[in-house]
């Protein structure tokens, strides 16, 4: 899971995989996720391991770093 | 009763050092019962109202009248978009209870310029419980407000700190500092950082703006008047003494609101974050007025792009995401009051935030080897904060004097 989700934020932000190798770095903080390109992952998320990400539940502390992104996506497919 | 309400003395909210003191001495018993782990639910009632009735009566009685039907209004249709929601989710009657909601402000934006006066149904601070119940609705109808009363809404509505200028805060948040008491030490060490910002505040709101606003600004002001030409370096002045102006005076307001809800033991979210630092202007909406342009960001920038992705609105992404920038940004400027100005303002905002992404893209693309250094982040800075403050002295509306005449 965790390789899928770091292919969503390569497409989604036209990166290198490489970029987010780090899966405990602040995602946001670093500029690497912006507006645009969350509402991608969010999309992509949504679509690939079919869960339900409302927007509003996207709180930008709790989707921080890759790690916390596994944890929330199992988190809401056990829901 | 009115005329007794409208002869008793009037307090702005943190307007003169004497409030303080009167504001600090009211909230002490809270500060003590917080500090034994107790929220005393009905003294900070009390509290609150009375502040409130300050801010309001007086002279500005009527505006009294129009919070409190204000108040149960948006009430009324919270607790009932809340209660639909539990068994229906339809995306007219959604749409339908946002409009319903925002109505009143845009009565209140539209009228002084189609009937030429203020509403009356306008009060200090609509805008600010506006953007608090439509976010309320909008995480209803995500599902993510599942417990709400009319009691603990009205209390994050009118949270005393911050009912007239914000910061604006979100339900889910404030509920959960409010139901939760902080620990003895998480919450001493929330009245020591309220200490700070508070004298901070009074740094930025008492001395630093009071010298750029009243002292600096109408230097200038009053030689760009005398200045028969139409661009002059005294307009110059104008437009980085309102800046300054500008910013200390609501950094200082907001650290004050912020500083007394730490009291209270409600971390209210923070609204500037040294944003003349800012690189590009992307960075600065990151720091400047940042519960707006976060509620922006959330509730309109967002879910726009995401719907218009869902939907395929648009076959580019970069051309949405500047349409998304545009509208995002002309909202807001529409939201400040229906001048040309204000409008002006908002369409640079947005096309600055275009442009700032073509530039970043561009210069991914196409300029790799571009050296990255001191200087370069210096000349960063230096654009950046040269436009928002170009931006600032278009929207303090002193170029509808300056250009034609019209007095403010």
């Not at chain 2, 979100?170 to 700070?196: C, H, M, S």
């Not at chain 2, 004298?199 to 009071?210: D, E, S, V």
């Not at chain 2, 950094?251 to 009291?263: D, N, Q, T």
């Not at chain 2, 949405?320 to 100005?341: D, E, P, Q």
Request: net charge positive; hydrophobic share 50%; with cysteine.
């Amino acid at each position: 899971m965790k390789e899928d989700i770091i292919n969503i934020l390569a497409d989604a932000t036209g990166r290198d995989a490489s970029d987010f190798a780090d899966s405990s770095e602040d995602l946001f903080a670093d500029g690497l996720l912006d507006s645009m390109a969350t509402v991608s992952v969010l999309l992509a998320l949504q679509d690939q391991f079919s869960i339900q990400v409302p927007v509003s539940e996207f709180d930008r502390s709790q989707w921080n770093t890759v790690d916390k992104m596994v944890e929330r996506v199992k988190e809401l497919q056990n829901d | 009763m009115i005329n007794w309400i409208a002869s008793l003395p009037n307090f702005t909210a943190y307007g003169t050092p004497i409030y303080f003191v009167y504001l600090l001495l009211a909230i002490l018993p809270l500060s003590i019962g917080l500090y034994f782990g107790k929220r005393f639910a009905w003294y900070e009632a009390l509290v609150s109202f009375i502040f409130i009735f300050l801010m309001f009566d007086g002279a500005s009685w009527q505006q009294l009248i129009s919070l409190i039907v204000y108040v149960i209004y948006q009430t009324i249709i919270v607790m009932g978009y809340h209660h639909y929601r539990q068994s229906n989710n339809s995306s007219l009657i959604f749409y339908l209870t946002c409009a319903v909601s925002i109505l009143p402000i845009v009565i209140v934006k539209l009228s002084p310029a189609m009937v030429g006066h203020n509403s009356l149904l306008g009060f200090l601070g609509i805008s600010y419980l506006t953007f608090r119940a439509v976010g309320t609705v909008i995480e209803t109808r995500d599902g993510m407000v599942k417990q709400i009363s009319p009691w603990s809404f009205i209390r994050f509505m009118v949270f005393m700190p911050t009912i007239t200028s914000g910061p604006i805060d979100r339900y889910r948040r404030f509920e959960k500092d409010y139901q939760a008491v902080p620990e003895r030490t998480a919450y001493l060490k929330l009245v020591n950082t309220g200490i700070y910002y508070l004298f901070l505040g009074f740094l930025y709101k008492f001395i630093i703006a009071y010298f750029f606003g009243q002292r600096f600004y109408p230097y200038f002001e009053k030689a760009a008047m005398a200045d028969p030409s139409p661009l002059s370096w005294n307009l110059l002045g104008v437009m980085y003494m309102y800046g300054m102006y500008l910013f200390f005076d609501f950094a200082g307001y907001s650290l004050f609101a912020v500083a007394i809800s730490y009291f209270m033991g409600v971390k209210t979210p923070m609204n500037f974050k040294q944003p003349f630092k800012s690189k590009n202007i992307k960075e600065f909406w990151n720091r400047w007025h940042i519960s707006l342009s976060f509620w922006f960001r959330d509730y309109i920038f967002m879910r726009f792009v995401f719907m218009a992705t869902k939907k395929r609105w648009f076959k580019n992404r970069n051309v949405l995401s500047s349409v998304a920038y545009m509208l995002n940004m002309m909202l807001m400027g529409f939201w400040h009051g229906i001048t040309w100005y204000y409008i002006l303002y908002g369409f640079l905002q947005g096309l600055g935030l275009v442009v700032n992404d073509w530039w970043l893209r561009y210069k991914r693309k196409h300029l790799k080897g571009m050296p990255h250094n001191t200087f370069t982040k210096w000349v960063a800075i230096f654009v950046t904060f040269n436009f928002v403050m170009f931006t600032f002295l278009i929207f303090s509306g002193f170029l509808d004097t300056y250009f034609f005449g019209n007095t403010h």
